[in-house]
């Protein structure tokens, strides 16, 4: 079974300082990514890397970077802290897989860090 | 960019009785995958839908791709207190898009009164 962890399941931080969210993943996947999941906004991409030391923008990479410098850990990093980032953040995994010409394959979560910053 | 809307945003039903959620892509899909929430939980991945037209059942669980690929649906016959939970979809986008990112529905909250 996929086994996704996130390093902390509560963290509380004030504004301005950088904070770290470090996810594994014990399954050998290419793909990982991290979203932020808000009441009324659903799941939104923050990045997501396709291979080791490989990273990309999803639909909200501002006030945050990533960082994957081993195939099973993708960290992300809030280099500055803000109340506007007080969430849900959900790291997910997922095989590369070719299927009809495109990549398939279900994201499998971890259990998510909720971050409340002060 | 791509955007997929689900509706409703919130449903509440007695228990027994069927429950519908829909989706409706602004682009064509390669594919489609559902999800389900429980309170506290993670997504949990549900099925993919891959064939224009394509029916797929889990139980009480139907689910359906549009013949344009770009819509879908997951109805439930008979709810049960089991399936309280939020329902996404997620949508991999066609040919021009990017292959690794899936877009997610904003999701429906099932909620059923024993």
């Known amino acids: 079974d996929v086994k996704v962890t996130q390093s902390s399941r509560y963290l509380v931080k004030r504004t301005g300082e950088k904070v770290f969210l470090e996810c594994v993943q014990d399954m050998d996947h290419e793909n990982m990514f991290w979203y932020r999941q808000d009441p009324g906004l659903g799941l939104r991409l923050i990045y997501f890397s396709y291979d080791v030391k490989m990273k990309e923008k999803g639909d909200i990479p501002e006030g945050y970077s990533v960082s994957r410098e081993k195939k099973e850990r993708f960290s992300l990093i809030l280099e500055s802290a803000s109340t506007n980032q007080t969430s849900m953040y959900l790291c997910?995994?997922?095989?590369?897989?070719?299927?009809?010409?495109?990549?398939?394959?279900?994201?499998?979560f971890g259990n998510g860090t909720r971050l409340t910053v002060t | 960019g791509q955007q997929v809307m689900q509706i409703p945003q919130y449903q509440h039903v007695q228990e027994g009785e069927d429950f519908t959620t829909y989706c409706n892509s602004s682009t064509t899909l390669s594919n489609i995958q559902w999800y389900k929430q429980r309170p506290g939980g993670h997504p949990v991945f549900l099925i993919q839908?891959?064939?224009?037209?394509e029916v797929k059942k889990q139980k009480r669980l139907t689910f359906q791709f549009g013949e344009a690929k770009k819509n879908s649906s997951l109805h439930i016959t008979a709810t049960q207190t089991t399936d309280v939970g939020t329902y996404f979809c997620?949508?991999?986008?066609?040919?021009?898009?990017?292959?690794?990112?899936?877009?997610f529905g904003k999701g429906t909250l099932l909620t059923v009164n024993p």
């Open positions: 997620a949508g991999f986008e066609g040919s021009g898009g990017s292959n690794y990112k899936l877009t």
């Open positions: 839908l891959v064939k224009s037209g």
């Open positions: 997910a995994s997922s095989l590369q897989r070719w299927f009809g010409g495109y990549y398939n394959s279900p994201l499998h």
